[in-house]
């Protein structure tokens, strides 16, 4: 097992103050998009433009492909999406295909879609697995411009020929490490033969591993690499670990936690499908409002419980790990490790759920 106990102990992360402050080149109004686009970043409050937005945008606009390495929480989904967007609004023969390793990414791509597109008569169909196959298929009938999905779904949808590739001229690839990680390396490399020569093609993962680096090499042409990672642990989340003694049960210390001062938006992992269910429901019955989110669960059930986290209609969303990859949820206070995640990177991708945007944030792993 991995040293995270001691590694704990001995570097608990905290706000550096000697961090320097990102400075941005450009405020969104600065960049080289149409006037339309720029009323809907303004309704979304968004004024300074987070590091991958400052570099990438104006990259993608010029038509550069891109390899961005970044960390969910980075804004990487408007540094693709706003380009994206705006030439699509320019010229309206292009089409888009964005691919995510898990439905809820892929439907957060969605939403943002929608909200950069408003008024623009831009359409985009959502393809994921767990939701109508029959209705995404007379979606695509109608050519969207945009398509956003699921490595299996997208493929299911090539074989029922409903999606030819070669109709797009515009490629993203997102969280391209995750998608290697569950097993998608096969499919990526089939869709990449299927798309046209003469595209543009943006490339988005948090590390660059041998596997990662073969699809690059037939992914992207000529590319601007930008990096934007943080290191492994962020300086602004402080990191504890909660012992349990043998004789205490773990519901207990978790609900005496749970109700102290500052748990206010929380984030609970464990390992197991069963686990998490049991934990949300002995939450639940002891007063907390809690959801969960694990693949047991359809994919009504689970945008429903993400929503609720996200509206602060509940407190407290569990998760097993790979439900929750991708998630990017705004102001978690609290990430949670109730059961020990099963390796250091998968530590590190439950806390960087917290301590976003400059924000800080509390990671607490409890060890028995």
Known sequence: MWALTAGLAQNASHVNNSRPVYIPKHKFEDFPVSLEIKKNIANKKYEFPTPIQDEGIPAICAGKDIIGI????????????????????????????????????ALQIYDQFGEFAKGLDIYAVLCIGGASLGRQRKELSYNPQFVIGTPGRIRDLIGQRCLNLSQFGNVVLDEADRMVDIGFIGDIKYFISLLPINRQSLFFSATISSKVQEIIQTFVKNPVTISVKDADTCENISQEIVKVARHEQKVDRLHDLLNQEGFEKILIFGRTKRGVQKLTNQLTDRGFK????????????????????????????????????????????????????????????????????????TALTFVQ
């Open 290 to 361: 809690a959801g969960v989110i694990h693949g047991n669960k359809s994919q009504s059930q689970r945008q429903k419980a993400l929503n609720l986290f996200r509206t602060n209609q509940i407190s407290i969303l569990l998760a097993t790990d790979l439900a929750s990859r991708g998630l990017d949820i705004e102001d978690v206070s609290h990430v949670i490790n109730y059961d020990m995640p099963a390796s250091y990177d998968d530590y590190i991708h439950r806390i960087g759920r917290t301590g976003r945007a400059n924000k800080r944030g």
């Open 70 to 105: 970044a960390n969910t929480g980075t804004g990487k989904t408007a540094a693709f999406l706003v380009p994206l967007v705006d030439k699509v609004f320019k010229e309206k023969h292009q089409r888009v295909l964005i691919i995510a390793p898990t439905r809820e990414l």
